[in-house]
């Protein structure tokens, strides 16, 4: 399949994957044209300067996340964060790839309402220009808030990820006739695209795809050696990261043979990272039991893997809907709703030392099914 960017090439970005193509022989793997797709400085889908999060097309956004849905999300994992802080004895809160700064806002007011102003937050994000919008989010906590490029060497505290671990580059995989290859990109014919390329490997995905059927699926390196990398400089605290995504039994199921890469613009999705690069998102699922080995490889102790639903409602989500109006309850039952966001989305809670029982798995943990 051949696919083209409209009136957009030739572009700086694509000008700047031509010369990686070009350079690495005429293909490159999967995962490099994703990286460089949405976090080329100036130039990917998260390094420029378009919408990206909001609730309806018309504000030039193209997907929305559970903060920018309801500050409940917020308020609610808030209660997780507070009991983590505590738990550890830190003061400090660590969120990755802040997005439109949302989040932050909603856990410092309600930390600030549970009495603890004295909470310090660092954001770590690649995206300038998402910053500046963070910058403008939280003008009020300046003074807490602090901004950096990339993991400092040493780091203590509550760390959160909300869609984090889905936007880190994948390797692709496909078993073709009953041989297994890795899926890379190169130029098509005309010289104006991109276009799918195979190469054989010796890659396999971490379990075995029952079937003789073709089968395309994703394996995670980089976001397991981010969580590597995580309790390599955490010394002290929690982490909870929160994506979409499955645990490996369901992950590589035999039926799921197409594979979980998705991109989203304009509020809709479809299945081709090789068109419009740049102006859209591209994301793939969460092998959960590949970051929890991740994380406990590394010497984190797993705390518990939940639904998004069964999280927040032990985080007390529904005594804070009581006190909403019908319009905010509805849009806070779309963060537990089996058919919206509850059951697609889990929670996986890891802690520097010994476990303790974090709120969020009092009841459905499902670390058993990891």
Known sequence: MTTKTPNSLPTALDHLIARSVERAGGWIGFDRFMALALYAPGLGYYANTSAKFGHMPSSGSDFVTAPELTPMFGQTLAA??????????????????????????????????????????????LSGTLRERQQQALVRYADRVEWLGELPEKMQGVVVGNEVLDAMPVQLLARVKGQWFERGVVRNATGDGWTWADRPTDLRPPVDVPGAHDYLTEIHPQAQAFIATLADRLEKGAAFLIDYGFPESEYYHPQRHMGTVMCHRAHQADGDPLADVGYKDITAHVDFTGIALAGQDAGLEVLGYTSQAR????????????????????????????????????????????????????????????
């Open 311 to 370: 999280f927040l409602l032990n985080c007390g989500l529904v005594s804070r809907m009581e006190q909403g109006s019908v319009a905010e309850r509805a849009m806070a039952a779309r963060l537990i709703h089996e058919h919206e966001m509850g059951e697609l989305f889990k929670v996986i809670g890891f802690a520097v030392g010994e476990p303790w029982d974090a709120m969020g798995f009092a009841e459905g943990d499902r670390s058993h099914t990891l």
């Open 80 to 125: 997780q964060v507070a009991q983590a802080l505590e738990k550890t004895g830190t003061d400090t809160v660590w969120e990755f790839g802040a997005g439109s700064g949302a989040l932050a806002v909603q856990l410092l007011h309600a930390l600030d309402d549970m009495g603890r102003s004295d909470v310090r937050y660092r954001i770590v994000d």
